[in-house]
Nanobody
Framework: VQLQASGGGLVQAGGSLRLSCAAS????????IGWFRQAPGKAREGVAV????????DVKNSLEGRFTISSDNAKNTVYLQMNNLNAEDTALYFCAAAPGTYILSALWTTTTYHYWGQGTLVTVSS
């Protein structure tokens, strides 16, 4: 299983980025994807999660209204649309995959995930 995260970069505060997580090698049709981020000196935190099976999704409360997660099942790709970015959003963003069916609350725990991508760096300049 491979997860390829892309779309990161340098953006000014107030700008937008769309991250992509392309999954390959997952034989199950039913799996979930989570986006996590880790800023320097801070713990990894969940950003958004989505179930590929039924499309149910959730975004971290403090990011709702700015971040949106979506899935293109035909392309095995999950997107994270990030708008109105600020310096606090600067971090290395990871996507992770969990084969199987999970309730959304379980997808906020990093240990739920079996596979992790390499991360894509988002830097927001003020």
């Amino acid at each position: 299983v491979q997860l390829q995260a892309s779309g990161g970069g340098l953006v000014q505060a107030g700008g937008s980025l769309r991250l992509s997580c392309a999954a390959s090698g997952i034989t199950k049709d039913d799996y979930a994807i989570g986006w996590f981020r880790q800023a320097p000196g801070k713990a990894r935190e969940g950003v958004a999660v989505i179930s590929r099976r039924d499309g149910s999704a959730d975004v971290k409360n403090s990011l709702e209204g700015r971040f949106t997660i979506s899935s293109d099942n035909a392309k095995n790709t999950v997107y994270l649309q990030m708008n109105n970015l600020n310096a606090e959003d600067t971090a290395l963003y990871f996507c992770a995959a969990a084969p199987g069916t999970y309730i959304l609350s379980a997808l906020w725990t990093t240990t739920t995930y079996h596979y992790w991508g390499q991360g894509t760096l988002v830097t927001v300049s003020s």
